[in-house]
């Protein structure tokens, strides 16, 4: 790469400026001791010898430097006296690199529309002078800018784009800094586990290059995940170790977001006067950097501590402040939180008029950023007003919304939970490992090894069961919350029979939905605990489809799918019968819930030797490789949704495989793959 040089000083400080530029594109975003005074020194010598090149180089790396420091006014005076000599110079490429460490201070200042006008213009150009790790850093500014923009898609396109060139570099460090940017998006979008696996592999590298900045960082967001988790305990233990990381490198910005995530905690366990000092502390910092960004989404969070406080005028004032910040610079989702918080306020303050306007707005807003989690809040804030004014056509819309909205969150979310947990474990696994490779001595390692592995083991059990709990409830709270609500309005609406009819319909189908998931809860753990203990005798296949067949007529009906039964022959096995009935009760009941409308099931029972076979054949869906693969493991969700709209917590397959191979037999599932339907084959010991 050319260096352009428009004067004429000295050849040896010609040779120190070009020195001081690679060892800067050595170094790259770690500064080692003394490289600021030498900076300084070599800048007061090239203004000396009005070397022009050199001064504007040496500006934009003390800009560089005073940017890590969060010294954002120094950084910004330096830079800008570099763009002023590299414009006189006509040097469009150094005048880029300034402009591109720019964005990074618009990025620090919430002003994120700025950075991708900025980022976008020095981006062409790079790419025309193939600066790579110019390049990359451009990317990850434009990564950070659409991320804090609400288009998380879009975050993740330029992070992927930023850390493939930076591996391509051999840049260990920058790409540590971008797949923890590009954690943070997946944990917005709810995929906990590749989230965790970003995360972990950046603590890898941080710890392995001792970057403490980026190690301060990580701390940070393992504080978010286990607080959304429910472990408050962890979150706590992460965000005070980040903050005493952040205050060794004076990272003031880092400081600000870290204390106000203490407060955030804080007020969940309803220490508020602690989570007031946090909050103070952290809002001190965002204005003296004038962070827009950091005050109106720190705003948005006190507002709502003040309403669960009752401090109505001062959440009122904090409403309106964080709402000027938010609408002036675009921050949609902290502008969607402030005008959630306004509607609560005006609820409080029984201005009901106000507070469905303020919710109906919000929820366009919501459905603008795809926020599902807070649709189905104000969903549920609509339903109750209107039903405190007895408007209740129109709370029973936004009830039924809300309730829709909740299973398909609770669905989308208690999978990654899950997998948030074994990844969890896989990983705090493997770096336990390694260091237990360390040691010397191999007796004490292995003995190490399997009394840490025991305690994982109980530890990760523990948690499971109590991830299991969690999730129990919420099934069970959702269509709890259908028969409150339904309840409610037969009592309304008594005096309508066919409204009354309608409703009770649905309390009938929630309470079904209730005794279901505790039926399969306690049948998986007497399974798994080898509780469950079989009543055999001989049974005829053929007489266990009929019943199972009858069971599931209704829906087979009412989806207008044919069932053929093929059982040519009669065959025993020798079993439990309900059980049986259970398995293939579950087998037609799950082909009926992914087969379309109008299409078929065949059943075929045969008896090969002394085997017992039963295929159920559906002209549904399909199912993927990677689907064969998780099929019959518990709470898994695979790539097809029910094709009418039913309801599924994914227990219903591994409890049928289970009961399959607790009467000695073996259960398989084959597809040709999406839209070419599945077939899943039963094998038993036939009876003699």
């Given amino acids: 790469m050319e260096t352009k040089i428009l004067a004429d000083p000295d050849k040896n400080l010609q040779h120190t400026v070009q020195n001081l530029m690679e060892e800067m594109n050595e170094t790259a975003g770690k500064f080692p001791p003394g490289l600021m005074h030498r900076t300084e020194e070599i800048l007061r010598q090239t203004r000396e010898q009005r070397f022009e090149f050199g001064t504007g180089v040496c ?87 659409h991320h804090r923009l609400d288009n998380i898609r879009g975050a993740i396109v330029y992070f992927e784009k930023s850390a493939a060139l930076y591996l391509q570099l051999g840049r260990k460090l920058q790409y540590s800094r971008v797949i923890f940017n590009c954690s943070n998006c997946y944990e917005r979008i709810g995929n906990y586990e590749k989230a965790m696996e970003l995360l972990y592999k950046a603590l890898d590298i941080a710890q392995e290059t001792e970057d403490l900045n980026i190690e301060s960082r990580i701390s940070n967001n393992l504080g978010i995940i286990f607080r959304e988790a429910g472990e408050l305990e962890k979150a706590q233990y992460h965000f ?46 965002y204005e003296s950097l004038g962070d827009q960004f950091g005050m109106a989404n720190l705003m948005a969070h006190m507002a709502a501590a003040s309403l669960k406080a009752g401090e109505l005028d001062l959440a009122a004032r904090q409403i309106e402040k964080g709402m000027e910040n938010a609408r002036q610079f675009g921050f949609k989702k902290v502008q969607l939180m402030l005008q959630m918080h306004r509607a609560s306020w005006y609820e409080l303050k029984k201005e009901t008029d106000k507070a469905i306007a303020e919710n109906l707005s919000a929820l366009t807003l919501s459905e603008e950023i795809l926020g599902d989690t807070y649709r189905s809040q104000i969903h549920y804030s609509l339903y109750r007003i209107y039903r405190d004014n007895k408007e209740l056509e129109l709370a029973l819309q936004h009830f039924m ?9 609770h669905e989308d979310q208690k999978i990654s939970q899950i997998k948030f947990l074994e990844t969890l474990h896989k990983l ?145 096995v020798h079993g439990d019968k309900d059980r049986l009935e259970e398995i293939f009760d579950n087998l037609i009941s799950n082909a009926l819930k992914y087969s379309n409308p109008k299409s078929g099931i065949t059943i075929t029972v045969r008896q090969e030797g002394k085997l017992a076979i039963v295929d159920i054949r559906d002209n549904g869906l399909g199912l993927t490789s990677e689907d064969l693969k998780r099929i019959f493991l518990k709470f898994e969700k695979l790539s097809s949704r029910p094709t009418g709209g039913e309801s599924s917590i994914g227990l219903g397959l591994s409890i049928t495989k289970k009961l399959v191979e607790l009467h000695g037999g073996h259960i ?12 899943f084959t039963v094998t038993l010991p036939a009876a003699e």
């Fill in 668 to 679: 398989s599932a084959s597809s040709e793959g999406k839209k070419k339907g599945s077939t």
């Fill in 59 to 145: 500006l934009r790396i003390l800009g560089q430097f005073y940017l890590f420091q969060s010294n954002f006014q120094q950084a910004r005076e330096m830079l800008d006296e570099a763009v002023g000599i590299f414009r006189d110079l006509d040097d469009n490429y150094e005048l880029v690199k300034c402009r591109n460490a720019i964005s990074k201070i618009y990025n620090f200042s919430g002003n994120f529309r700025q950075v991708i006008e900025n980022a976008e213009s020095c981006k062409v150009v790079l790419e025309e002078h193939h600066d790579f790790s110019e390049l990359a850093s451009c990317y990850n500014d434009l990564g950070i800018a």
């Fill in 240 to 285: 005070e170790k980040s903050i005493q990381l952040k205050r060794t490198l004076h990272d003031r910005h880092g400081e600000a977001n870290t204390l106000s995530n203490l407060f955030e905690l804080l007020t969940d366990r309803n220490e508020l006067r602690k989570a007031q000092e946090y909050a103070l502390e952290s809002m001190a910092i």
């Fill in 428 to 572: 705090e696994n493997s770096q336990l490992e390694k260091n237990i490779v360390e040691l010397q001595n191999k007796e004490l390692s292995r003995a190490l090894q399997h009394t840490e592995g025991l305690k994982d083991q109980a530890l990760r059990e523990n948690e499971m069961k109590t991830e299991l709990l969690d999730m129990a409830v919420h099934d069970l709270l959702n269509p709890l919350s259908g028969i409150i609500g339904f309840t409610d309005l037969i009592i309304k609406y008594r005096q309508n029979p066919e409204e009354v009819l309608e409703f009770a319909n649905q309390i009938s189908l929630a309470s079904r939905s209730m005794s279901k998931l505790i039926h399969d809860l306690l049948e998986i753990s007497a399974l798994e605990k080898g509780r469950l203990e079989l009543n055999r005798e001989k049974v005829s296949l053929n007489v266990v489809f009929k019943r199972v067949i009858n069971k599931n007529l209704p829906q087979s009906v009412k989806k207008q799918i044919d069932i053929l039964l093929n059982d040519y022959e009669t065959v025993f």
């Fill in 401 to 409: 919304a809300f309730h829709e909205l909740e299973n398909k969150r």
